[in-house]
Nanobody, 126 residues
Framework: QVQLVESGGGLVQAGGSLRLSCAAS????????MGWFRQAPGKEREFVAI???????YYADSVKGRFTISRDNAKNTVYLQMNSLKPEDTAVYYC????????????????????WGQGTQVTVSS
């Protein structure tokens, strides 16, 4: 049974930091691209970042330079370190797994991911 369980969300002031974790089970983690998405109230879910085994990463322009994605294949866990948070970063953050880790290009749409977590709320106050 596939599971993705996010944790680490919460309330933080603008300029602060949070670290999200996503623990995966039920599939061969090392072979999957692992991504983060977010969904703010009244908005569509949007791509944040993705990490592949081997060190390649890709970020949305809106978080580049502030967020860092990393993964620990020994622990089947992907992380999102979020620094210099802004009120506009307020959203539910989801991790997702893409089985086609060798695809050309970068998967930035929901339909390209196979498994999803339940989400964790991040609220940034001004």
């Amino acid at each position: 049974q596939v599971q993705l369980v996010e944790s680490g969300g919460g309330l933080v002031q603008a300029g602060g930091s949070l670290r999200l974790s996503c623990a995966a089970s039920g599939f061969t983690f090392v072979t999957y691209g692992m991504g983060w998405f977010r969904q703010a109230p009244g908005k569509e879910r949007e791509f944040v970042a993705i990490s592949w085994s081997g060190g390649r990463m890709y970020y949305a322009d809106s978080v580049k330079g502030r967020f860092t994605i990393s993964r620990d294949n020994a622990k089947n866990t992907v992380y999102l370190q979020m620094n210099s948070l802004k009120p506009e970063d307020t959203a539910v953050y989801y991790c997702a797994a893409d089985r086609f880790s060798g695809r050309p290009g970068v998967p930035t749409t929901e339909s390209e991911y196979n498994y999803w977590g339940q989400g964790t709320q991040v609220t940034v106050s001004s």
